[in-house]
């Protein structure tokens, strides 16, 4: 299996503009997380899906960022209008439901907002 | 709510040297326990977890960890480390039956030759 695949793996933008980050889970795995890495605020969970549903979007910041799950295979979150302020590593990990809770990540995206 | 505090931000040590990242966890059901490791540049890789059973687990690339219950701890240790070995460290525990991680802030492991 190629593991978790998020895209693109660098993204650099100016302030306002729309950042889209993709992320495809390993086949099978039922859910899905996003998270966002920074040096002051660590490792942060933003949302989750479980069976392509929003279970918990707690940490989502504000309402510029957005994240869906169309079919098992994909998910995006979505930043509008970006900010300075939003840049970090977003990851995306999958599991499958019911193996004790072990997260597969992927590479991960750094963006870059100017 | 559960917590995971990692007692040390960064931890430098001499290649061959024994490690001991330090984890601390708080809840009041049963939990979990996991380490990931982070190399430069790239996604959290698990390296061990503990489950039930046997406290000491043992992991990849020769790391072990205890889970102490009396203690609420779950430190990782190896006997000798490796240059390679240079990553961010990160605890994690989730409730049983539930999916959510709760991460420590990482600890940063430095090997000098």
């Known amino acids: 299996d190629a593991g978790v695949i998020q895209s693109p793996r660098h993204e650099v933008t100016e302030m306002g503009q729309e950042v889209t980050l993709r992320c495809k889970p390993i086949?099978?795995?039922?859910?899905l997380f996003w998270y966002r890495q920074t040096m002051m605020r660590g490792l942060e969970l933003l949302i989750y899906?479980?069976?392509?549903?929003?279970?918990?979007d707690s940490g989502m910041p504000e309402d510029r960022f957005s994240a869906k799950m169309p079919n098992a295979s994909f998910s995006t979150l979505k930043i509008q209008p970006s900010e300075p302020r939003d840049s970090a590593v977003y990851f995306c990990?999958?599991?499958?439901?019911?193996?004790?809770?072990?997260?597969?990540f992927g590479p991960g995206t750094r963006l870059t907002v100017l | 709510a559960q917590s995971v505090t990692q007692l040390d931000s960064q931890v430098p040590v001499f290649e061959e040297a024994p490690v001991e990242l330090r984890c601390n966890y708080s809840?009041?059901?049963?939990?979990?326990l996991f380490w990931y490791v982070q190399y430069p540049n790239q996604g959290l890789q698990l390296l061990l977890k503990y489950l039930s059973g046997s406290t000491l687990v043992k992991g990849i690339n020769g790391f072990e960890a205890e889970f102490n219950k009396s203690q609420t701890s779950f430190h990782l240790r190896k006997p000798s480390v490796h240059i390679s070995d240079t990553a961010e460290y990160f605890c994690?525990?989730?409730?049983?039956?539930?999916?959510?991680?709760?991460f420590g802030q990482g600890t940063r492991l430095t090997i000098n030759p």
């Open positions: 990990a999958s599991i499958l439901q019911g193996a004790y809770n072990e997260q597969f």
């Open positions: 994690a525990l989730s409730i049983q039956g539930a999916q959510k991680l709760v």
């Open positions: 086949s099978g795995h039922n859910s």
């Open positions: 809840s009041s059901v049963s939990v979990y």
């Open positions: 899906f479980n069976n392509n549903v929003p279970i918990d």
